[in-house]
Nanobody
Framework: VQLQASGGGLVQAGGSLRLSCAASGRTFSNDGIGWFRQAPGKEREFVGGIALSGGTTSYADSVKGRFSISRDNTGNTVYLQMNSLKSEDTAVYYC??????????????????WGQGTLVTVSS
């Protein structure tokens, strides 16, 4: 099983980026995908997640209304659309997969698979 996160980069405050998480190696249609981030000197935090079977999403309060998660038709690529970016959104962003979920999972320790991170830098 592999998860590949991509799409990070440098963006000005107020701008947008779309991150992608491509999953391979198994069928993910009944799994959950979570997005997490870790800023320098800080702990990893939950950003948002989606339960692929029903499309239910959940977001951290800090990104609610600015970030959104979607998936492609295969369910094997999940996107994190980030709008109105702020300097405090600067972090390495990771995607993770949890097998057999019916609702998004916020606890990173419960995820089964992790991808490598992609760096998002928001300049003020």
């Amino acid at each position: 099983v592999q998860l590949q996160a991509s799409g990070g980069g440098l963006v000005q405050a107020g701008g947008s980026l779309r991150l992608s998480c491509a999953a391979s190696g198994r069928t993910f249609s009944n799994d959950g995908i979570g997005w997490f981030r870790q800023a320098p000197g800080k702990e990893r935090e939950f950003v948002g997640g989606i339960a692929l079977s029903g499309g239910t999403t959940s977001y951290a309060d800090s990104v609610k209304g600015r970030f959104s998660i979607s998936r492609d038709n295969t369910g094997n690529t999940v996107y994190l659309q980030m709008n109105s970016l702020k300097s405090e959104d600067t972090a390495v962003y990771y995607c993770a997969a949890k097998r057999w979920v019916s609702a998004p999972i916020r606890e990173g320790s419960r995820y089964d698979y992790w991808g490598q991170g992609t760096l998002v830098t928001v300049s003020s």
